[in-house]
């Protein structure tokens, strides 16, 4: 089956390449696999944001890699991972991350007066076009036809310039003053919503969503039956239990790694989890 996406906890999880690679920096690592630097940082901060990750330019390379040469590949590329997020360079592009999400902020509320100088002129213009309707009513329709067709216009037009009156009136001005509070009112609670689930979605301090993201992929990976058979179907491998097919597509990534690389990344997680919570 093909590697796609791997994900530990919205930050790198699982890539691959042959050789003994523990003794090389995780840079190497990077290099070794065919992904940039450059690359490999956006791919976090994009984990962050969405909690997926597309590793699948390294996919090959890993599903080639004997299970203890992912076991280090999964070791050096965390250990890669948790320094970029400690560096300062990761904290610049995260609260460049935050601001982009931030929500907007309503405009400032529209007066009384501009809102009725809106409708009034909105209100003119309609005159103005029921009027020019009235004077070019088609003159080859039959005479009754003409008649009804001139009768539902000037009453349109004696609608119209009745509202326009009405805009002049104090109780007008009053329920187009209500009805602004009323909807400042709801745009404002809708935004306070939007920025408490923000604020929930993209803390301040980075920290607690990257510990979010490694508690998730911890109870993913929890749950994964490495000695779940597959079988043909139609030309791709699927799994004999069918019940395994509804599962997470991370959970059926962390079942094509293999149990020594999650294992790995399990162990490496819950140590990082841990060293974020007591910050």
């Known amino acids: 089956m093909r590697l796609r996406r791997y994900l530990a906890g919205g930050v790198v999880v699982g890539l691959g390449v042959v050789g003994v690679l523990v003794s090389l920096a995780a840079a190497d690592v990077l290099a070794e696999l065919g992904?940039?630097?450059?690359?490999?940082?956006?791919?976090?901060?994009?984990?962050?944001?969405?909690?997926?990750?597309n590793f699948s330019p390294a996919g090959k390379a890993f599903k080639a890699a004997a299970p203890a040469v992912r076991e280090a590949l999964v070791k050096g590329v965390l250990t890669w991972a948790k320094a970029y997020t400690e560096s300062p360079e990761f904290k610049t592009a995260y609260a460049k991350l935050r601001e982009n999400q931030k929500p907007e902020a309503p405009g400032p509320p529209g007066s009384v007066d501009d809102q009725l100088k809106q409708q009034r002129a909105k209100m003119e213009q309609t005159l103005e076009e029921e009027k020019k309707n009235l004077a070019n009513i088609p003159t080859t329709l039959p005479p009754d036809t003409q008649e009804a067709i001139k009768e539902g216009m000037e009453a349109g037009i004696k609608m119209t310039t009745a509202q326009l009156a009405e805009m002049d009136t104090p109780e007008y001005k009053a329920m187009t003053k209500e009805r602004l509070d009323a909807q400042n009112a709801t745009e404002q609670q809708q935004f306070q919503k939007r920025m408490k689930e923000y604020e929930a979605s993209y803390p301040t301090d980075p920290r607690s969503l990257i510990a979010k993201r490694l508690k998730r992929f911890l109870d993913e990976s929890a749950t994964v039956d490495f000695g779940a058979k597959l079988?043909?179907?139609?030309?791709?491998?699927?799994?004999?239990?069918?019940?395994?097919?509804?599962?997470?597509?991370?959970?059926?990534?962390?079942y094509r790694a293999g149990k020594e690389a999650v294992d790995a990344a399990r162990v490496f997680a819950t140590a990082w989890v841990a060293e974020l919570e007591k910050k």
């Open 231 to 254: 079988v043909a179907a139609g030309g791709t491998m699927r799994f004999a239990d069918a019940k395994y097919e509804e599962n997470s597509p991370e959970w059926k990534l962390c």
């Open 35 to 53: 992904i940039g630097e450059a690359d490999a940082k956006g791919r976090v901060i994009q984990s962050l944001n969405t909690g997926y990750v």
